[in-house]
C-alpha cells in the first residue's frame, strides 16, 4: 500500500488542528467549572493527535462517525465552533438544534454524520455510508471512531466482518486510551492489542503510537488509500491515554496514579508543538499566531453559544417523522 | 370482476420487484435474500437478484446489527434499503440499531439526517415454532417515537404498503404474518400505494366496531359473519398501520356503532388496543354504550404444543363470544333502565 509521509505543511496543519482540540478542551473544563453551562462532557485530552492526523487526509465529503468521546473528532473534521458550543449549550442555533446534545452531534456539510452514545455503534453505520459511496462509484472514504472498550461489543465483530466480506471503503479507527469506562484494558479484554483482531476478519490491522503525528499520519495514510483503492477495510489501533477520566467530574479512583502522571508528562501536545520548533517547521511567532486565532474564536463561541436563544418547546414535536405525526 | 387474484406472498416479490425497477436507490438485503442462497427462507425475495443483480439484493451475514446498521448508513448516503430480518423476535438483536439509531437520528440531528429504511419481518404463531419465532412485537415498535410500524392483512394492501414504506422519509417497521402468507386476494395493480396512516373499513356495520390489524384483521371479517347471522352488525376496521394509526377512522366508526372491541394476536396487556381503547374512551365517553373491550393472546410466550398454540393464537371464536356478550350486556342495561 502506499504510505504517504506528510509534509511540512501537513504537520503545521496538524498541529493547527490539535492546538484546536486542546483549547477547546481547556475551554470547556474552565466554562464547566464557572458554572455557565452543564453538560455531560467526555473529554478527549490526550488524545488530539489521532483525530487531526487521519483528517487532513480526508475532504468534506469524506464521512466520520464517532462516539461521544467524540468532540476532538469532529473539530479535527472541521466542524464551525459556534456551533458546536451553542449545540453544547442546548440552543436553538447549536448544530442540531440543541435537540441532540454534545453527544449525538451531527453535521454533514463537513461530512460528519453520526455521533452515537452507545459504545460500538458508530461502525455498523460507518459500513452503510460507504456501502452507499461503493454503490454510486464514489472514492469517498468513511472513517468510524472507537474506544477499546468498544472491542468487546458485538457490534463490532458484525461490522468488521461485513466490511471485510462486502471490501467497503471504511476505515476503523480505535483510540486504544487504556480504560473502558473504569475498567482497565487488560481486565477486559483477551487479545493483547486490538489490532490483532483485524486477522480474524481477514483485514489489515496496524498498530500504531497514536500520539505519534508522523506514524499517525501514515498508518491513516495507508488506510485511506486502501479504501480508495478498492482494496476494503482497515483497523487502526491506535494507541494513547486519556488524561481526564470517563467523563468530566471523575474522580479517576480506578486509575493508576503513577500511570496516568507518566502519561501527561509525556503529554504528546506540548510535544508536537517542542518538534515542530526543533525543526523548523514553524516558529513561536507562527505557532502564537495559531494559538491566538483559536483562543479568540473559543471566546466568540461560547459568547455566541451562551446568549443564543433556546429552542422553542414547538421542536418537541419536529424531526421526529418528515411530515409532523399527531400523538 | 376479473381482477388476477394473488398469494400474499407473490405481493410482497412483485412489491419488492416493482420497487428495485422503479428506483435505483432501492437496495434489499438480508439473510440469504438473493437467489444463490434461495430467493428467501420462504421465497419472498425470489428472482429478485437476477433481476436487480446481487450488489443491490444481496444476501448478508447472521449479523442483525450489522444488517440495520449497514441500512442506517446507506439510507443517509441516499439510499432507499429493505432490510430483511428473517423473524420479528431477531430484530431483539438489532434493537440498539432500531431503536437507539434509525428511530432518533432525524430528531437528534435537528432535522439535518433523516433515516428512509423499511425493516420487513415474518412472525405469527400456527407454525409450531415455540417461543422464539412467533412473537408480534408491534407494540414495542409503536411506543417508540420515530418509527412507522405497518402490518398488512391482505395482498393488495401488502403490496401498496410496502410500496410506501419503501417510498416514506422515515425508519418504517414491516411486519409480515408467516400464516398468511398462502392468502389469497386480489392482485393491487401495479405501482399502486397504500398511504400509511389509513385505515380500511373492511365490512361496514350498525352494532358494534371490531378493529384489527395483519392475520387478525381477517378472522374478524370471519367473526362479523357470524355475528351477522345471529343479526349483530359489525363494522370491521383494518387498521392496516399501527404507527401512527388512523384515529380519525376509529373514532367515525365507533361514534356511529357506540361499541368497540380491539383484536390482535399480541398479548393483551400493553398491547396496541390499549392505546386505542383509552383513546376512545377519552375522546367518546359519553357516546359509549358499553365498555370498550380487547381480544388478544393471553400474557405468555408462544407456546409449542399444538394444543397451546390454538388456544394461545386469537381467532374468530375468541371475537364472537365478546361481541355477542356486550351487545347482551348493553341490551340487557337498556331494558334495566327502561
Redesign the interface.
Known sequence: MDVGQPNSGDLLEIYRRVALLRRNDDRAIKVLRSGRLAMPYYSARGQEIIPSAISVQLRDEDYICTIYRGIHDMLAKGMPLNELWAEMAGRATGTCKGKGGPMHITYPSKGIMVTTGIVGSSMPIANGLAWAAKLDGLDRVTVAYFGDGASNIGAFHEALNLAAVWKLPVVFVCQNNRYGEHTRYAKTTGSPRVADRAASYGMPGLHVDGNDPIAMYRAGSEAIARAKSGGGPTLIEAMTFRFMGHVYGDDDAYMDPAEKTAAMEADPVPRFRAKLLADSIASEASLKIIEDAIEAALDEAVEFAVSSPFPPVGELTLDIYQHEVAA | MGTKQTTMLQALNVALADALAADPKV?VFGEDVADEEGGGVLGVTKGLSAKAGT??VRS??I????I????????????R?VAEIMLMNFTAVAM??IA??AAK??????????VPITIRMMTGAGLATGGQHADYWEAIFAHI??L?VVAPSTPADAYGLLRSCIDD??PCIFIENLVSYSTKGEAAASGTRVPL?KARVAREGRDLTIVSYSRVALEALHAADLLAAEGISAEVIDLRTIS?WD?EAVLKSVAKTGRLLIAHEAVRPFGAGAEIAATVSEELFGKLKAPVRRVGAPFCPVPFSSALESAFAVDRNDIVPIARSFMQSTSEKVLELS
Do not use: C, V, W
Not at chain 2, 63 to 66: F, G, I, M, T, V
Not at chain 2, 68 to 79: C, L, T
Not at chain 2, 105 to 114: D, K, Y
Open positions: 437496495l450488489e443491490r448478508t451475514p449479523s442483525e446489527q450489522a440495520i446498521g449497514a441500512a442506517i448508513g446507506a439510507a443517509m448516503g441516499g439510499y434499503p440498539d440499531m437507539n439509531h437520528l432525524r430528531f437528534m440531528s435537528g432535522g439535518q439526517t433523516r417515537a420515530g412507522k422519509p422515515d396512516g401512527p384515529k
